[in-house]
């Protein structure tokens, strides 16, 4: 039995990348509540590794926090579109960097905020790349991409250079992955 019964629901707002509702509920008490919710559509996030060991970043304009932030190749379909996550990181990869894997592979699924959203993530590790001209949508005309050795990625990640929480998880999914 779930530990919150919903009673009712309501769309608050939605646009071309979520929606929030809200949900009158009931708790096994049997006293009532409300619980907000953002729905996003799940994600793909990549970390492209080549063949010396380095890994490609994107850097971009994080309006909310309103500064630019260094991340891995991460997103979702446009139109609310559901592919396969692996289809969704082939083409997640080659529109923000213009990279193509021989080889992808699944490392895991990540949780964005279980508290507040219904979003999903799954990380992939690219190999076997090869280099091409990126696909960016308008949204991230200000997007660049760049080369880190692994010392400089986990400086990055020490420093605070790399706070993006999606980031952080799928490094740790990869590390978890080499044993």
Not at 76 to 90: E, F, I, K, N, Q
Not at 103 to 128: K, N, Y
Not at 154 to 177: C, H, K
Request: proline letters at 6%; a negative charge.
């Amino acid at each position: 039995m779930d530990w919150i019964r919903a009673e009712g629901s309501r769309e608050v707002y939605r646009n071309d990348w979520m929606t929030l509702r809200e949900d009158d509920i009931r708790r096994p008490d049997g006293s009532p509540g409300v619980y907000a919710v953002v729905d996003k559509p799940d994600f793909a996030l990549v970390i492209a590794r080549d063949a010396d060991n380095r890994f490609c970043l994107v850097e971009q304009f994080r309006y909310p926090l309103g500064m630019r932030r260094w991340e891995f190749p991460q997103g979702t379909a446009p139109g609310r579109v559901d592919l396969d996550p692996a289809d969704l990181a082939v083409r997640e990869l080659r529109e923000e960097t213009g990279l193509t894997a021989e080889s992808m592979t699944e490392l895991g699924l990540i949780d964005v905020a279980p508290g507040m959203s219904s979003q999903r993530g799954r990380v992939f590790l690219a190999t076997g790349l090869t280099e091409g001209p990126h696909e960016r949508e308008p949204e991230e005309q200000d997007m660049t991409s760049a080369w880190f050795g692994r010392d400089e990625l986990e400086q990055m990640l020490r420093d605070g250079s790399i706070t993006d929480a999606q980031s952080l998880a799928a490094w740790t999914l990869f590390l978890l992955r080499e044993g």
